[in-house]
């Protein structure tokens, strides 16, 4: 746990803060770094240890449908029916071991991904930036940040450059806010603050140099998060399945009062009665759905590790299979997780050597956040760029969504800076006046801009990710700000290479529709057929049959949530049920014949 912070850190100067905490401008030493992670501890808000094994393992009995046949087993246990207790123990132990495996499995596999993906953070230690995990941050270290960084820990501004931070977990701010170098009042609330950046919290744009004061616990939004611990959600097939166990639990219930009521009133022996009635609930639970449940999870989640996906609760492929549209941030690639470069294309659609080396100026000059767009610009073609020096930056950001580098020339220092800006196709148009067709310069007017937005259509069709770049000669000056980033010349195109809810009242449907046709064949020792069945059961059974087959197709259908089914699938739900029907006959006949004697 880290140690809490005790001074007002963002009401101090920054050499005096520095001072206090034992660190300067080039962050700490490496065998600094090291006694503070012991003396504070890892940057994170709690163990990412799973639990123990036997943990995992009993907390598989918490199912209500478990508790319902374990108490099935004691009652058979009491009743003496030693087998009968066996075999339900079995399959419930079984589906208890089952489950664990796969969630001790999944366990272990998302602690060997979690430390190969681990978030890092750039930290001056010795002097030189190094990329470090963010648990490795302590109070002292001094981190670069870029747009697109997640601030590791909360800290103070010791340099910055159009650097704004989007806050709103903890603040509640609706637009990022900008932070500089400075001193706030002693007073100043969180959202008052300028000089200060908070874990939790990410870099809309721009970079800075900030220190660390506060790590772990110790951080705003560690101490928010203590405050707040609850329980993961209930996913919605947890919900069904205890719901079920409820219902099961309830009809149990009912069912031995009014047995155990009409046995009295018939003068039945008191504990005989209460015994029967008992014995008749316990035979009403599935006692193979648990182990039914997990087996079909299981091979789902099989299926899905065979396609690199780690499922670590059985119950989450349920709601996987219920999402209709998966929606993922767009990282540019398709197959292999690398993205290339395919061709820089002028803007009438011809590659252009003089764009390739616009684009490649501004990747290689950017030091804001890395990205693999960018890292695919320089590695297509190395060029020689000896004779051009940067002389400004205009960081990304998610909402210019541009990138735009001052260059000049070293051999012609008397010529006027260049600046190129890279970016988001509408985002460079909205700032263009001109494009550059071949040689020539001319007006971006309507049908221009209609020529160029047909282009990026038709390439983004065929799959390829369409970034615009554009140029603009600037006065000498010795800044240069956003306000600079109207009258450009539009230059041309970078490609790049780029089932349904479980619910519980369809499924005590499904079983009381199942369980009139079962009563049909398990009557009777003979075939169902050579028996006929008592009116009221008949009756009932082809009114139960008839309603289940009208339903969806009459108006009360869309009252209810049902659908019609297909012809397909009404023949599937025949031979099933035929298939049922003969494995019960089958199950009979043996029961009768070896069992019975």
């Not at 941030?329 to 050597?353: M, N, R, Y």
Request: aromatic share 8%; with cysteine; glycine share 8%.
């Amino acid at each position: 746990m880290s140690k809490n912070v005790d001074f007002l850190y963002w009401n101090m100067p920054a050499e005096t803060l520095l001072h206090t905490l034992g660190s300067d401008q080039a962050g700490l030493t490496t065998d600094a770094a090291q006694q503070r992670l012991l003396d504070h501890g890892l940057n994170q808000l709690k163990a990412t240890t799973q639990r123990a094994a036997w943990q995992l393992f009993f907390g598989q009995f918490k199912n209500p449908i478990v508790l319902i046949l374990l108490f099935a087993t004691a009652i058979s246990a009491l009743l003496a029916d030693w087998m009968e207790a066996l075999i339900i123990f079995l399959i419930v132990l079984g589906s208890a071991f089952l489950s664990f495996l796969q969630e001790y499995g999944a366990g272990n596999g998302i602690e060997k991904l979690r430390a190969r993906v681990a978030t890092k953070t750039t930290i001056f230690r010795d002097g030189e930036p190094v990329a470090l995990p963010v648990e490795q941050v302590v109070p002292g270290d001094v981190v670069l940040l870029a747009a697109g960084s997640l601030i590791p820990a909360d800290g103070v501004v010791l340099d910055a450059k159009d650097f704004y931070v989007n806050q709103a977990v903890l603040t509640g701010e609706t637009f990022p806010v900008q932070k500089q170098p400075g001193v706030v009042p002693a007073d100043a609330i969180l959202p008052e603050r300028t000089n200060a950046v908070l874990m939790g919290s990410n870099v809309r744009s721009g970079n800075a140099t900030v220190l660390i004061v506060a790590t772990g616990a110790a951080t705003e939004f560690g101490q928010v998060a203590h405050r707040l611990l609850v329980r993961p959600p209930e996913t919605d097939f947890e919900r069904g399945i205890r719901r079920f166990g409820y219902l099961l639990s309830e009809i149990m219930f009912v069912l031995v009062l009014i047995v155990f009521a009409v046995n009295i009133y018939l003068a039945e022996p008191v504990l005989d009665s209460l015994l029967f009635s008992i014995a008749l609930a316990v035979g009403l639970t599935p006692q193979l759905l648990p182990a039914i449940i997990s087996l079909t999870l299981a091979k789902g989640a099989r299926l899905m590790a065979a396609n690199g996906v780690i499922v670590r609760r059985l119950e989450a492929i349920e709601n996987f299979g219920s999402m209709d549209i998966l929606c993922t941030d767009k990282t540019g690639t398709i197959t292999e997780g690398v993205v290339q470069l395919d061709g820089a294309l002028d803007a009438i659609g011809c590659p252009s050597d003089t764009l390739f080396r616009y684009a490649y100026l501004n990747a290689y000059f950017e030091t804001g956040l890395a990205n693999p767009l960018d890292e695919a610009i320089t590695a297509h073609r190395q060029l020689d760029i000896e004779d051009v020096q940067k002389l400004d930056e205009i960081p990304y950001d998610f909402v210019r969504k541009r990138l735009s580098i001052v260059v000049q020339s070293t051999q012609s220092p008397e010529a006027a800076p260049l600046l190129i800006t890279k970016g988001a196709l509408d985002n460079i148009l909205a700032v263009c006046t001109q494009v550059q067709v071949g040689e020539t310069v001319v007006t971006l007017d309507a049908d221009q801009l209609a020529a160029v937005q047909q282009r990026y259509v038709a390439w983004s069709e065929l799959g390829y990710r369409v970034l615009g770049v554009a140029t603009k000669l600037l006065p000498r000056q010795a800044a240069y700000e956003r306000d600079v980033e109207t009258g450009l010349i539009f230059q041309g195109f970078l490609l790049f290479l780029d089932p349904p809810k479980a619910n519980v009242r369809e499924t005590v449907a499904d079983l009381a529709a199942l369980g009139v046709l079962i009563l049909l064949v398990v009557r009777t020792r003979k075939p169902f057929f050579h028996s006929r069945p008592g009116n009221g059961l008949l009756i009932a059974g082809l009114l139960i049959g008839a309603v289940t087959l009208v339903l969806p197709y009459s108006p009360l259908s869309m009252l209810l949530g049902f659908a019609p089914l297909s012809i397909s699938v009404l023949l599937a739900l025949a031979g099933i049920t035929l298939l049922h029907v003969a494995a019960s006959e089958i199950a009979k006949h043996y029961f009768y014949r070896y069992a019975r004697g």
